[in-house]
């Protein structure tokens, strides 16, 4: 995965507001949004996992494809500790998909943090999932060809920017506040050291915009208010959760960062 920079770049082009409202990715390119819909994208291989890592007969296995069918159970089962373990043992030989993987994980990292929502854990996930692609780490739009994308730039965008452009934006600078802070802390501690934003500026900026989006129309009609606004007031603990996920669980050392995507 490639080190993001922070610093100072040249003012935004006009283009780039008018890219965001449009919501213009590239073909490859999902809308500019994050939702918490990892758990609406499970694949059939991902199922298949969670039967062989459980079921300790055919019985069992049958049993567990019927509780799978219903969402309330399947999310139970999907807090199984099991499914860690296997997932952590065999992290070189896994056949599931990276929005099953980084659930699974997100979700036990949460928990032992004291942090239960079901919905906040799948929109960490979902999170964690796009930025673990280095394009995803610009904002929703690119400024050009050549630019990178900085806090600084999206900031001064929301000069300029219309309300559904700076929902948008906002929402961006508080996640990429968080996966920065959460998955790379030691790198910007570092990085701090030698003059750029440390620990606490991200944590004051993710916090402050994800309170700003949580009361944002688009927030209640997408239904993430609520969990935009646990993410303000939870931040810490999150961004110290996703400490040790990075630490612990994923070997985001940095020559394993660039293959983070399964």
Do not use: K
């Given at each position: 995965?490639?080190?993001?920079?922070?610093?100072?770049?040249?003012?935004?082009?006009?283009?780039?507001?008018?890219?965001?409202?449009?919501?213009?990715?590239?073909?490859?390119?999902?809308?500019?949004?994050?939702?918490?819909?990892?758990?609406?994208?499970?694949?059939?291989?991902?199922?298949?996992?969670?039967?062989?890592?459980?079921?300790?007969?055919?019985?069992?296995?049958?049993?567990?494809?019927?509780?799978?069918?219903?969402?309330?159970?399947?999310?139970?089962?999907?807090?199984?500790?099991?499914?860690?373990?296997?997932?952590?043992?065999?992290?070189?030989?896994?056949?599931?998909?990276?929005?099953?993987?980084?659930?699974?994980?997100?979700?036990?990292?949460?928990?032992?943090?004291?942090?239960?929502?079901?919905?906040?854990?799948?929109?960490?996930?979902?999170?964690?999932?796009?930025?673990?692609?280095?394009?995803?780490?610009?904002?929703?739009?690119?400024?050009?060809?050549?630019?990178?994308?900085?806090?600084?730039?999206?900031?001064?965008?929301?000069?300029?920017?219309?309300?559904?452009?700076?929902?948008?934006?906002?929402?961006?600078?508080?996640?990429?506040?968080?996966?920065?802070?959460?998955?790379?802390h030691e790198n910007t501690q570092r990085r701090s050291l030698r003059g750029a934003p440390d620990?606490?500026?991200?944590?004051?900026?993710?916090?402050?915009?994800?309170?700003?989006?949580?009361?944002?129309?688009?927030?209640?009609?997408?239904?993430?208010?609520?969990?935009?606004?646990?993410?303000?007031?939870?931040?810490?603990?999150?961004?110290?959760?996703?400490?040790?996920?990075?630490?612990?669980?994923?070997?985001?050392?940095?020559?394993?960062?660039?293959?983070?995507?399964?």
């Amino acid at each position: 995965m490639g080190q993001p920079t922070v610093g100072s770049n040249p003012t935004p082009s006009a283009a780039f507001v008018n890219e965001l409202a449009s919501g213009t990715a590239d073909a490859h390119d999902e809308l500019p949004m994050i939702r918490a819909n990892c758990r609406a994208r499970f694949i059939a291989a991902d199922f298949d996992f969670i039967v062989r890592t459980l079921a300790r007969s055919q019985t069992d296995a049958v049993s567990l494809v019927d509780l799978l069918s219903d969402a309330e159970t399947r999310d139970s089962v999907l807090d199984h500790p099991r499914l860690v373990e296997a997932i952590l043992s065999n992290a070189d030989h896994l056949h599931i998909s990276s929005q099953f993987y980084f659930y699974v994980l997100a979700r036990h990292v949460l928990q032992q943090a004291g942090i239960f929502d079901r919905r906040l854990c799948d929109y960490v996930a979902s999170l964690l999932e796009t930025f673990s692609r280095a394009n995803r780490l610009q904002s929703p739009a690119r400024i050009d060809s050549d630019a990178h994308e900085y806090i600084s730039d999206m900031l001064i965008a929301l000069t300029r920017a219309t309300p559904e452009q700076a929902f948008l934006l906002r929402a961006h600078v508080g996640n990429y506040s968080l996966f920065i802070s959460g998955i790379f802390h030691e790198n910007t501690q570092r990085r701090s050291l030698r003059g750029a934003p440390d620990i606490g500026f991200y944590e004051q900026v993710g916090r402050t915009n994800y309170q700003l989006v949580a009361s944002h129309a688009t927030a209640r009609r997408c239904e993430l208010d609520d969990v935009f606004a646990e993410l303000a007031d939870r931040f810490h603990d999150v961004r110290l959760a996703l400490n040790e996920l990075s630490d612990r669980l994923i070997n985001l050392d940095e020559d394993a960062r660039p293959s983070l995507v399964l």
